[in-house]
Each structure stands twice: as structure tokens, then as C-alpha cells.
């Protein structure tokens, strides 16, 4: 009856049809999403391998940096080495070569020349008990070795203070020039020497942790350096403006009659007796230098007192090594 008539077949078919082309379009949908998806996902690895190209390339050039700036940091170390050499050759042979770079003295020159041979092997003792403090506080040495070594440092500091001393009888302009130093450590000279609150300024850094009664003890000996260096500093200043108006005074006229030379000969004899007071200048600001040093050792505990001398010591080591790199450098 009507179950089986043809128009129930032919409306059957047509909706087979209809579901097949919906079928094949779903399939072209999704074969186009997942083409899209297949795009997109292979211009992410694209910039993924540009960025990791880019990367490496940063790494690598990061990588030339490095070994170029070691191998200019041992190209440096290598010319110090050498001029180090140089100089202790030179000292073997009896010959001290200036640390200005430009001048080489026979040891057997005036007194300015046997203090800077002096002070030379002063500083190669220095170095030697710096080195034994050093490797004494690395190997945690007890506080009773290593007072030893600390105060033996404190007493090689008082040697130096004499041979100045010796120095400035014989040319206290070579102290005052500072020409027995490194050109780097002229630059902070004082009266032929450190300042001694400018250095506390720089170890009480470098000393923590400290008590309070320390730091108040430190602060109190950095103020009353600053005080007597101040007070140094206007002696000087004073004693030259004495001195140029005592070579200024005085007739300008010819020096051929015998007033004028009596005249002349006056004013050098009263500059020559206000010129003899500079060692006396000289002569305490090493007892102010001296004073500090003994100072603060008494503060600090033994270890503190250990550090303290090895910061003292590579401050000023690095200011040599500055100085050697630059008479080293190229010239153009």
C-alpha cells in the first residue's frame, strides 16, 4: 500500500544525496581548518627557529666579547709581568730605573736616589709580609699567629716613616714631589704621603661588622685626622705665601753694586731659613700618618686589624698596577 510506493523511494534517495553532499562538504571544512591549522602552526616553528637563529647568534657574539676581553685582561697582566721583571733585573744589576718611567739612576747617585732604592726594598719586604698576612688569613690562622704576622706588618709601616725621615734631611722637595711614588699615586699625595682620613674613610667600608664603640672610636680618630691634616695644610699654605713675598721684596734694580747684592743675599738667607721648616711639615704629617695607623690597630680586633692592612695594601698595589698599564699602554 502506501509503504511501498515509488514516490517513498525516490524522496529516500533524495535525502541520501543531500546527506552525502553534507557529508562532503563537512569533509572540505574540515580538511580546510586543518590546513589553516597546519599554516599556522608552521609559521609559529618558523619564528620559533628565527628566534632561537637569533639566540644563538647573541650567544655567539656574546661568547667573542668574553674572549676578547680575557684576552686583553691577560695581555695587560702579561706587560705588568714583564716590566715587573724589567724592574727586578734592573735592581739585580745595581741600577734603580724611576717609577716615572724615564729616567735611570746609579744607585750610587745623592741622597734622593739611595732613598728611592730604600723605599724599593722596603716595598719588596712589604709585599713579602703582606703575602704571609694573606695567606695566614686564608688558612684561618689563630689569633695568636696572626698577631704575629699583623704586628710585624705594623712595624715594617714604622720603618718607612724613618727612612723618610732620613730622606727629608738630605731633599725634602724629592719627598714633596712624591717622584718615589707611581705617577697614579702622585695624584693623591699629601704632603709626601696618604691622607690618613681620606684612608679611614676608605676601610670603614670594608670592616663591618663593627661595634658601636668602634665606630665611634674610628669616627673620632678620622675627625681629628681631618683637623691636624687641615691644620698642616694652612701651615703650607702659609709658610708659601711668606715665602713669595720675601723673594718678591727688595729693589729690582741692578745687581752689579754692592747694595743690591747685600739685599739679595739677605732675602735667600731668610728664604733658606723659612724653606728649613718643610721638614718640620714633612715630620708630622708622618708622625699624623703613623699615629693613625697605631690607632686604629688598637681598635680593631687582630682579624679586623688583618683586613684592614690587606685593604690598605691592595689599594695602593692597585694603584702601581694602574700606573704600570699606563706607561705600558700604545703610544699613537
Not at 44 to 57: C, I, P, V, Y
Not at 85 to 107: C, M, P, Y
Not at 153 to 177: C, M, P, Q, W
Request: glycine residues 8%; aromatic residues 6%.
Amino acid at each position: 500500500m502506501g509503504d511501498g510506493s515509488p514516490m517513498t523511494d525516490i524522496s529516500s534517495d533524495a535525502d541520501t544525496d543531500e546527506r552525502n553532499k553534507q557529508f562532503e562538504r563537512g569533509q572540505l571544512v574540515g580538511q580546510a581548518a586543518s590546513d589553516s591549522s597546519e599554516r599556522s602552526k608552521e609559521t609559529r616553528d618558523q619564528k620559533s627557529l628565527r628566534r632561537l637563529a637569533q639566540n644563538r647568534e647573541a650567544a655567539r657574539k656574546s661568547r667573542l666579547r668574553k674572549k676578547a676581553y680575557v684576552q686583553q685582561l691577560e695581555s695587560s697582566r702579561l706587560k705588568l709581568t714583564q716590566l715587573e721583571q724589567e724592574l727586578q733585573r734592573a735592581r739585580q744589576q745595581g741600577i734603580f730605573v724611576s717609577s716615572t718611567g724615564d729616567k735611570t739612576h746609579s744607585t750610587g747617585g745623592n741622597g734622593a736616589m739611595a732613598f728611592d732604592v730604600e723605599y724599593s726594598r722596603w716595598l719588596e719586604e712589604h709585599n713579602r709580609q703582606i703575602n704571609e698576612l694573606r695567606a695566614a688569613c686564608s688558612a684561618h690562622a689563630g689569633d695568636t699567629e696572626l698577631r704575629v704576622v699583623v704586628d710585624g706588618v705594623v712595624t715594617h709601616y714604622e720603618d718607612i716613616f724613618r727612612l723618610k725621615g732620613n730622606a727629608a734631611k738630605n731633599d725634602v722637595f724629592h719627598l714633596l714631589s712624591g717622584m718615589w711614588k707611581s705617577p697614579a699615586e702622585r695624584c693623591f699625595l699629601w704632603l709626601g704621603g696618604f691622607r690618613s682620613s681620606e684612608l679611614l674613610k676608605l676601610l670603614s667600608h670594608q670592616l663591618e661588622p663593627l661595634t658601636d664603640q668602634q665606630l665611634a672610636a674610628i669616627q673620632n680618630l678620622q675627625e681629628s685626622s681631618q683637623q691636624a691634616e687641615d691644620a698642616l695644610s694652612q701651615g703650607m699654605e702659609a709658610l708659601q705665601q711668606s715665602l713669595a713675598e720675601t723673594l718678591s721684596s727688595g729693589s729690582l734694580g741692578s745687581s752689579g753694586s754692592s747694595g743690591n747684592v747685600a739685599s739679595y743675599m739677605g732675602q735667600m738667607a731668610m728664604a733658606m731659613g723659612k724653606l728649613g721648616t718643610l721638614e718640620g711639615f714633612i715630620r708630622q704629617a708622618d708622625n699624623l700618618r703613623q699615629q693613625t695607623l697605631q690607632q686604629m690597630h688598637r681598635i680593631l680586633t687582630t682579624r679586623q686589624s688583618a683586613r684592614a692592612l690587606l685593604a690598605i695594601n691592595d689599594y695602593f698595589s692597585r694603584l702601581r698596577a694602574l700606573s704600570s698599564l699606563w706607561l705600558a699602554r700604545p703610544k699613537e
